[in-house]
């Protein structure tokens, strides 16, 4: 039975508002359990960096209430940032020293022997991959090398929860792949707590336990990755018209006995139903007689972007985990 004392991460009711009156957390509410993976998606300005500042006791909330390890991120700033470790998108590397020296000094700052610390640095040294850069200032390395750097520090105390903010954006399939394997291993042989937003649905997919997607500043949707995919139904029709699809085409789709749920964005509509290859057929009739041209239609199971677009209305922006 999950009690308090069993979340890593509590927020009820969390509001954020900025001095020009812009609202970017409208009331989020979320648990997150101790040893859990937990992925954090949502639209560009939907809130999320926003939520992991206030979450690392970095930025104060309008209203709402935060508990991180148990502590309140308001009352108890420093006890929450004593237990958590943080890789964001501002990082705060120090340009003038080697990494060994920078994540030395991580470690020592955690209260850690210095050959504790020796040891934990060699335990992060798959995810530096640096090679013959090693012995280099971090302030001659490329975003992507500072960004391992990065995470490694994050990484270095085996803090009670982690918080990363699209850790692996800008790196190579094969870093990325290190960065999975080193979030894997420290879940399950330590138990520590991940919290990280993406915008790679593979890496929400493969990594996360739980997924909850942020829209207008509130919790939208939330579940494992396939109970989300599965509550889409079976298949997804899409379709691809001449020209922005009217929102008349698919308010016809609906009166379908098969169709389930249809959501349109621009020229693509994604039409959710029982059993595809029945539906296929029916579906561009109805287009054909709605006289909605259609460029091509394809069936395919669902995946977190249909998910992401059924709950936000658009297409998850992402890079080609292959580039």
């Not at 859990?36 to 949502?42: D, K, N, Q």
């Not at 085996?158 to 080193?182: A, M, N, Q």
């Not at 693509?268 to 029982?274: A, E, K, L, P, T």
Request: a negative charge; charged letters at 25%.
């Amino acid at each position: 039975m999950t009690t308090p004392d069993s979340y890593a991460v509590q927020v009820e009711d969390l509001r954020k508002s900025y001095d020009d009156d812009t609202e970017v957390l409208r009331g989020l509410s979320l648990q997150v359990e101790r040893g859990e993976i937990y992925g954090f998606l949502g639209p560009n300005g939907a809130g999320k960096s926003t939520s992991l500042r206030i979450m690392c006791a970095l930025l104060k909330p309008t209203s709402g209430r935060v508990l991180v390890a148990g502590h309140d991120v308001v009352a108890h700033p420093f006890q929450v940032r004593a237990r958590i470790g943080a890789s964001l998108q501002n990082s705060s590397l120090d340009p003038l020293l080697t990494p060994v020296e920078f994540l030395t000094l991580q470690a020592r700052l955690y209260g850690l022997s210095k050959a504790e610390a020796a040891r934990r640095v060699e335990e992060v040294e798959d995810i530096l991959d640096l090679g013959q850069a090693a012995g280099r200032r971090i302030g001659t390395y490329s975003g992507g090398m500072m960004r391992r750097v990065d995470i490694a520090a994050a990484l270095i105390a085996r803090p009670e929860v982690v918080f990363l903010d699209e850790p692996t954006t800008g790196l190579d399939p094969d870093s990325r792949s290190r960065v999975w394997r080193k979030v894997r291993e420290l879940n399950r042989e330590h138990g520590i707590t991940f919290f990280l937003t993406t915008q790679y649905l593979e890496e929400a997919d493969q990594l996360a336990q739980r997924v909850g997607i942020l829209n207008e500043g509130r919790l939208a949707a939330e579940d494992t990755p396939s109970a989300l995919k599965s509550s889409l139904g079976t298949d997804i029709i899409i379709v691809r018209t001449h020209g922005p699809a009217e929102e008349s085409a698919s308010a016809a789709l609906r009166t379908l006995a098969g169709v389930t749920g249809v959501a349109a964005a621009g020229d693509r509509i994604s039409v959710q139903v029982d059993s595809g290859a029945e539906w296929i057929g029916p579906v561009a009739v109805a287009l054909a007689q709605h006289g909605t041209a259609v460029a091509d239609i394809a069936l395919r199971t669902p995946t977190l972007d249909d998910v992401f677009f059924r709950v936000t209305g658009s297409r998850f922006e992402q890079e080609a985990l292959t580039s």
